[in-house]
């Protein structure tokens, strides 16, 4: 399967609208077809959602108010990361403000997006393990509850009515077969974070 040839980008226009910036782009495809595309732009640095294993066979979700749909929601610790922050340090960050709980063992899984038609922001799915007890007070208004969900029980946890948020479903099912696939831990070059 070939890859079709990136359109030229003769010029991009930004604006800012609120909190967000906007990009309009002015595309010639392979074709000679031009084009402007919409999108918008990041201010941040990115963020993070961690799929934090006690055991090799149970995650960690948390239970937390989702204002959008106004209900509590049952998904995976995430977050953005903070100016001068690697992607596992925030993600363990995250973890220990979110869950109470930090990760010895950390790796970078991928990479996933939102609406990449039209959106550039990427979320990293982090796997957290060899977790330990770690409480940092976080930006949460309340404490959040902390539900073990074993993987096998993936197909229960998907048709939930309160578990919508798609990142967390989508890095559920991806770490699901990411361990499947890696069969067990083993010491080795996992990345490691102290702290």
Not at 169 to 175: E, S, T
């Amino acid at each position: 399967m070939s890859v079709p040839k990136l359109p030229v980008i003769h010029d991009i226009q930004e604006r800012d609208e609120g909190r967000n910036r906007i990009e309009e782009l002015d595309l010639e495809f392979s074709n000679g077809e031009r084009r402007r595309y919409t999108r918008l732009k990041p201010r941040g640095h990115g963020a993070v959602i961690i799929a934090a294993m006690p055991d090799p066979e149970t995650v960690l979700l948390i239970r937390e108010y989702a204002c959008g749909v106004h209900r509590y929601e049952l998904g995976l610790p995430k977050g953005r990361i903070d100016a001068g922050e690697s992607i596992l340090e925030a993600a363990n960050r995250e973890l220990k403000e979110e869950a109470g709980f930090g990760g010895r063992r950390l790796s970078l899984v991928r990479s996933l997006t939102l609406a990449p038609t039209y959106m550039a922001h990427q979320t990293h799915l982090v796997l957290a393990e060899d977790i330990y007890p770690e409480k940092l007070v976080g930006d949460e208004p309340e404490d959040l509850e902390v539900v073990p969900w074993r993987l096998d029980r993936l197909h229960e946890l998907m048709l939930l009515e309160d578990c919508s948020e798609g990142r967390s479903l989508a890095a559920l099912f991806i770490i699901r077969e990411y361990l499947h696939h890696r069969g067990p831990a083993v010491d080795g070059p996992a990345d490691e974070v102290r702290g």
